[in-house]
């Protein structure tokens, strides 16, 4: 898989959260993928270096949010497991699981938009308006991406080629 389209992946989660669970929680890859969305939003943006790195805080903290969310759904759906292992059901437990687990979906799935107000705070009404149109077009880059990486998976999981897509950054354009 490209570099751009585990970048891509990244935002995609953040603005997908539900679809999440295949990324992994840490690292440089990650640090990458951060770093490239910032960089991505700056440009389209045109953010100050103080703009930009203030955008990357707000970025980071959404996204260990959501990591920790999803940290706690995976924890929960062991213990519904564990539950409906048990023989017999216990009703009141999983009712209260059950009740959990759409709370922390409801979280999970108000994650970008929590972003997007807090990201509203420190740009300018122009700026709000550049992000989300370009927000779309990120949805647009994110959701080929993943095509690619699934179908990359299929494959064999080989590293594909850019040669004749996308910018000459090796990004997808917004007509592809």
Same mark, same amino acid.
């Given at each position: 898989?490209?570099?751009?389209?585990?970048?891509?992946?990244?935002?995609?989660?953040?603005?997908?959260?539900?679809?999440?669970?295949?990324?992994?929680?840490?690292?440089?890859?990650?640090?990458?993928?951060?770093?490239? %969305?910032?960089?991505? &939003?700056? @440009?389209?943006?045109? #953010?100050?270096?103080?703009? =930009? $790195?203030?955008?990357?805080?707000?970025? +980071?903290?959404?996204?260990?949010?959501?990591?920790?969310?999803?940290?706690?759904?995976?924890?929960?759906?062991?213990?519904?497991?564990?539950?409906?292992?048990?023989?017999?059901?216990?009703?009141?437990? %999983?009712?209260?699981? &059950?009740? @959990?687990?759409?709370? #922390?979906?409801?979280?999970? =799935? $108000?994650?970008?938009?929590?972003?997007? +107000?807090?990201?509203?705070?420190?740009?300018?009404?122009?700026?709000?308006?550049?992000?989300?149109?370009?927000?779309?077009?990120?949805?647009?880059?994110?959701?080929?991406?993943?095509?690619?990486?699934?179908?990359?998976?299929?494959?064999?999981?080989?590293?594909?080629?850019?040669?004749?897509?996308?910018?000459?950054?090796?990004?997808?354009?917004?007509?592809?």
């Amino acid at each position: 898989m490209t570099l751009v389209a585990r970048w891509l992946i990244l935002f995609m989660l953040s603005m997908m959260p539900l679809r999440a669970a295949a990324q992994p929680a840490e690292g440089p890859e990650r640090d990458r993928a951060r770093t490239f %969305l910032v960089v991505r &939003i700056a @440009d389209a943006l045109q #953010l100050s270096d103080a703009d =930009a $790195l203030t955008v990357s805080a707000v970025i +980071r903290r959404s996204d260990e949010r959501r990591l920790a969310l999803i940290k706690r759904r995976e924890d929960l759906e062991q213990t519904l497991r564990s539950g409906l292992a048990k023989t017999p059901h216990d009703p009141a437990e %999983l009712s209260k699981l &059950i009740s @959990d687990g759409n709370a #922390l979906d409801q979280q999970l =799935a $108000l994650v970008p938009e929590e972003t997007f +107000r807090e990201l509203q705070k420190i740009l300018t009404v122009d700026q709000q308006a550049k992000l989300l149109l370009f927000r779309r077009e990120l949805q647009g880059e994110v959701q080929r991406a993943m095509q690619g990486r699934v179908a990359s998976k299929a494959a064999g999981g080989g590293r594909r080629s850019q040669s004749g897509r996308g910018s000459k950054r090796g990004r997808p354009t917004a007509n592809e």
